[in-house]
């Protein structure tokens, strides 16, 4: 059973555009939710992450947007850049299971320039 | 930042051997480390989880005695794939948390694993 849904499984945009991609999930008790970004033949690496306890978090042009009570979270990439072309990758994790990442099935992101 | 380190990225055996890869930490210390497998255009696979000093605990479906995990320092895990057969070829990446607790995961760059 998956435990985070993410959608879309692609998605293209244009240079400059907005990259919104969503995140799903039913287990209340996770409390982090981190958002990965990998390219081709390299690890996941670290995007950005968001407590339950705000709504909204900012990191540059990296955006979590967080709705706990509809158990959903998104990413937005503002002026999407050709070098965001990468798969993306929502995570949800809780404090009992010591960190246990459960990863969405991933977005493949490209961007024209 | 945290950086996690892989060796071998890449390597390539013949069937029936066993192969080890080697996941450190590099600037601090990993009470947990996790190693995934990853298919093409798939999402990461949770194997097992390794804590340092312990046995580690594997997920459902992932044999044990075929996937060897060491978690022998805080710096250190090593997956052995024994016996490794063509369908063991994957992607294989590892994770490390520091020993504060805190929820933050970094990835190694993984290793590519070839079974002729």
């Known amino acids: 059973q998956q435990q985070v849904k993410q959608s879309p499984q692609s998605l293209i945009v244009q240079k400059g555009g907005i990259s919104i991609i969503n995140c799903a999930y039913e287990?209340?008790?996770?409390?982090?939710f981190p958002w990965y970004q990998q390219f081709p033949g390299k690890g996941p690496a670290l995007l950005i992450a968001?407590?339950?306890?705000?709504s909204e978090k900012k990191e540059g042009r990296f955006t979590i947007s967080f709705n706990k009570s509809a158990k959903q979270f998104s990413l937005h990439i503002m002026d999407s850049q050709p070098g965001d072309s990468a798969t993306y990758f929502c995570?949800?994790?809780?404090?009992?299971?010591?960190?246990?990442?459960?990863f969405g099935r991933g977005t493949q992101l490209t961007v024209w320039p | 930042g945290a950086v996690v380190s892989q060796h071998p990225s890449r390597v390539i055996c013949k069937s029936g051997t066993s192969v080890k890869i080697e996941c450190r930490s590099l600037?601090?210390?990993?009470?947990?480390m996790f190693w995934y497998r990853q298919f093409p255009k798939q999402s990461l696979m949770l194997m097992a989880t390794?804590?340092?000093?312990?046995?580690?605990?594997?997920e459902q479906g992932v044999e044990k005695d075929k996937f060897l995990i060491n978690h022998a320092s805080l710096t250190l895990s090593t997956l052995t794939v024994t016996s490794a057969h063509p369908e063991d070829s994957s992607f294989y990446i590892c994770?490390?948390?520091?020993?504060?607790?805190?929820?933050?995961?970094?990835f190694g760059p993984g290793t590519r694993l070839t079974v002729l």
């Open positions: 994770s490390a948390s520091d020993s504060s607790g805190a929820d933050t995961q970094y």
């Open positions: 287990n209340t008790a996770f409390d982090y």
């Open positions: 968001i407590r339950p306890d705000v």
């Open positions: 995570a949800a994790s809780m404090g009992s299971t010591l960190g246990r990442l459960y």
């Open positions: 600037d601090f210390q990993a009470t947990t």
């Open positions: 390794s804590n340092e000093g312990s046995k580690a605990t594997y």
